[in-house]
């Protein structure tokens, strides 16, 4: 089992930065895919970028391509979301996953969840 917990939310104004980590606790971090989902006000819970459990597979939504990049230091069994060129419409709660795998863009299909980070972003 994995427990996740994130922080590096905060408050930043439009075209700002903020990087988002996420530390997970067990021995076997480095065999999880990780990743990030995001969720705003009154609107379903959305993917936003995963890593692949060696790090050298990535894959983002288009609304963040560019401007987002996800990584990850398995010594340190942490995953991060730096977050470059924020827009107001990035305002969401930031919500880590772990699994074995991507299992595509619904998030029913991950059992691991941390409890979310707070990030608003100020026009």
């Known amino acids: 089992q994995v427990q996740l917990v994130e922080s590096g939310g905060g408050l930043v104004q439009a075209g700002g930065s903020l990087r988002l980590s996420c530390a997970a606790s067990?021995?076997?971090?480095?065999?999880?895919?990780m990743g990030w989902f995001r969720q705003a006000p009154g609107k379903e819970r959305k993917f936003v970028a995963v890593i692949n459990w060696s790090g050298d597979n990535t894959n983002y939504v288009d609304s963040v391509e560019g401007r987002f990049t996800i990584s990850r230091d398995n010594a340190k069994n942490t995953v991060y979301l730096q977050m470059n060129s924020l827009k107001p419409e990035d305002t969401a709660v930031y919500y880590c996953?772990?699994?074995?795998?991507?299992?595509?863009?619904?998030?029913?299909?991950?059992?691991?969840w941390g409890q979310g980070t707070q990030v608003t972003v100020s026009s």
């Open positions: 996953f772990a699994d074995y795998a991507y299992y595509g863009n619904d998030p029913r299909k991950y059992d691991y």
């Open positions: 067990g021995r076997t971090f480095s065999r999880y895919t």
